[in-house]
């Protein structure tokens, strides 16, 4: 594989779990977004937050440090699914970033609630990238969690396009 970027933002820890492991299995480089003010640790000013930046399409400003997008052919995108959507701090990244041409492959960390279509939304966010099929992963995704993306890496590596 070529080597492969892993951006992730985790509010709890559980997508930086995922995202650490698939570095261990790809070899690739990982860092962490982190949003300019992080969000409140009272849930219902979280909730109400989330939802008015997922409804007006109002992404937080990031912290710099994360790494460019630019030298890497595929990158796997994670954060935890909030409301049905990915977080505002990753399609903050996402929207920020030029990935003409680059694969995503997109994972998220969830409590096993209804999803909506985060292909969608991200091909939204840079509709010159090409989205694959997003991974969903119960929160840190247990035991079986390299085998689930050794499988998810091998099915992207089948479905061809420039990913090998
Ligand atoms: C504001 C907020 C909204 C959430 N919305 C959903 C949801 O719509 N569906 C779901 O299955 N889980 C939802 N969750 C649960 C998280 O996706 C889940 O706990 C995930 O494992 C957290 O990942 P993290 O530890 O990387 O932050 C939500 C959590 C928060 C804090």
Redesign the pocket.
Known sequence: MNDPLIVSY???????QIAKTLQAITSGDWCEIHPRHPYPMA?PK??EQ?KREIQTSCYPQLLPGASSPRPYPIIFAG??????TIAPPLASWLYRNDLSGKIILPFY???????GNIRKDIAKLCPKAEVREPLGIV?DGGEPLAEVLRQWIIKNRQAGGTFQ
């Open positions: 985790s509010y709890s820890g559980n997508t930086h849930f979280l909730l989330v954060c935890p699914d909030w409301c049905g960390s969830y409590c096993g609630g209804v999803v929160e």
